[in-house]
């Protein structure tokens, strides 16, 4: 199997279409939903709703195969979903990372139950998206004693079996769209998180289970959200679970009580997907600081000369070559990543590894053009210094910089977890 490195033209025709999204629908309104933490866009978040309706780019669920179909297994055009994602989050994040966030759809949320669910689930939980109103999905494994520590997770998940359902307790933080997708509006449809919850303290990994709590389902209550750094439009919230009762076939997966490790596979799985598309959205915040910082300089005549020589360069010069060259090669580990996706490989090493690089590069690459800008770049006038904010978050969700690391070196080194911690 190659690997192309021309876009293929069904991503080519949404970069389009989604460049004229960021530049109406997202730049103009970007430094407002910054200031104004906690407002909700939700002009954005209509359109964006409608659009994905309509071109089909919100619709998850597994198709239904018809009997005698052959056409359908065999596909036309070789598997592009994970590629066309990458491209799709890179543009939007250009326009404005943290709107992204708060993009209507199935989020983390839809990426677990794609990951650990069961054919079932994923019909149920993953149709709901293209209803009529938007709709939101959230993923909860983070709690204020375990991190990156995934495995160390203290919330419960109790049988009862009187009445056949799960009673979870315990407290999830940092969930991005945990407020949009746990708390019933008006405004949105019926949305759903997926927490990540221990059937047995005493297993460790082999207790781990995932579980689906609907929005509106008692016992579950958002807590706080937080005020952050950056990407401010997007909401971060606290989740707290006292008594919270939910179907005995909302755990993901196979529905059983049996201690397997599984459940932390069916989360290591979710990372696999997800973490080059975090890398994606970090390469759009990188791309609008270069982008932006080679305009200014051209206003000011100052000319990027390539092909020259490096000793004739100016410092200048230099330093965008090289943050040039920072963002192409992480994109292309981008690229590498979700083209093992969609192609069914492993791609434990490739994910890790492009999402330590574009975690790296975008923090460079907004400093260096913070600092080039001079107190320009530090100023409000200009969204500089927002995707300069904006950029950090790339190497703390998802594993942070760290853990992706480590993740790295055990799959080169082909350690197991518990002997490189
Ligand atoms: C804006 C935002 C959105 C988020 N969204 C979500 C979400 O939707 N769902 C969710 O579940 N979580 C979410 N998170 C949480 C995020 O995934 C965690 O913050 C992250 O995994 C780090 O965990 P921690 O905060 O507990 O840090 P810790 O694990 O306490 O780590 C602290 C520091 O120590 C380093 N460190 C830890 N262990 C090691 C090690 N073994 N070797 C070397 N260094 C190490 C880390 O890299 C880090 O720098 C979000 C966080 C933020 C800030």
Redesign the pocket.
């Known amino acids: 199997m190659t690997i192309e490195f021309e876009t293929p033209k069904p991503i080519a025709q949404q970069q389009y279409v989604l460049k004229t999204v960021a530049d109406n629908m997202m730049r103009p309104h970007s430094r407002y939903f910054d200031e104004n933490e906690h407002e909700i866009p939700w002009d954005y978040i209509n359109f964006m709703h409608q659009a994905m309706k309509a071109s089909g780019a919100g619709s998850l669920a597994p198709k239904e195969e018809k009997k005698g179909d052959t056409a359908s297994k065999k596909p036309k055009h070789p598997p592009i979903g994970y590629q066309m994602l990458a491209h799709m989050l890179e543009i939007i994040s250009w326009g404005d990372a943290g709107m992204y966030l708060v993009t209507p759809g199935g989020?983390?949320g839809a990426a677990a139950v794609q990951a650990a669910g069961n054919l079932e689930q994923k019909k149920k939980f993953l149709a709901r998206f293209t209803g009529d109103k938007p709709t939101f999905a959230?993923?909860?494994?983070?709690?204020?004693?375990?991190?990156?520590?995934?495995s160390s997770i203290r919330a419960t998940a109790v049988l009862d079996e009187a009445t056949n359902e799960w009673v979870l307790n315990g407290e999830?933080?940092?969930?991005?769209?945990?407020d949009k997708a746990l708390v019933e509006r008006e405004e949105t449809g019926k949305g759903f998180i997926v927490v990540?919850a221990t059937i047995d303290p005493e297993a460790g990994r082999a207790g781990m289970r995932s579980f689906i709590i609907e929005a509106g389902t008692p016992g579950a209550k958002v807590e706080k959200l937080?005020h952050?750094l950056?990407?401010r439009a997007?909401d971060?919230a606290t989740i707290v679970l006292q008594d919270c009762r939910v179907p005995f076939d909302h755990i993901l997966g196979k529905p059983t009580v049996e201690k397997t490790t599984k459940g932390f596979k069916g989360a290591m799985a979710t990372f696999d997907a997800t973490r080059p598309l975090v890398a994606a959205i970090g390469m759009g915040v990188a791309r609008s600081a270069l982008e932006f910082l080679k305009e200014k300089l051209a206003e000011e005549g100052v000319e990027i000369r390539y092909g020259v020589a490096r000793n004739r360069l100016t410092s200048i010069e230099r330093d965008v070559i090289d943050m040039e060259v920072m963002l192409r090669s992480a994109w292309l580990m981008v690229l590498k990543a979700v083209w093992m996706a969609d192609n069914k490989k492993h791609n434990a090493l490739e994910a890790s590894m492009s999402k330590v690089k574009a975690g790296d590069v975008g923090i460079k690459i907004t400093q260096k053009a913070v600092e080039i800008m001079g107190p320009l770049g530090y100023s409000r006038e200009f969204l500089l210094e927002k995707w300069f904010r904006d950029a950090k978050?790339t190497d703390?969700?998802?594993?942070?910089?760290?853990?992706n690391?480590?993740v790295v070196a055990r799959n080169l080194l082909g350690y197991r977890g518990s002997q490189l911690?």
């Not at 703390?396 to 853990?403: D, K, L, V």
Request: charge should be neutral; proline fraction near 0%.
């Open positions: 989020g983390l959230a993923m909860c494994m983070t709690e204020s004693g375990s991190g990156s520590d995934t999830k933080i940092f969930v991005t769209a945990g990540w937080e952050k950056g990407i997007s971060t978050i703390i969700y998802e594993g942070t910089g760290q853990i690391r480590l911690r």
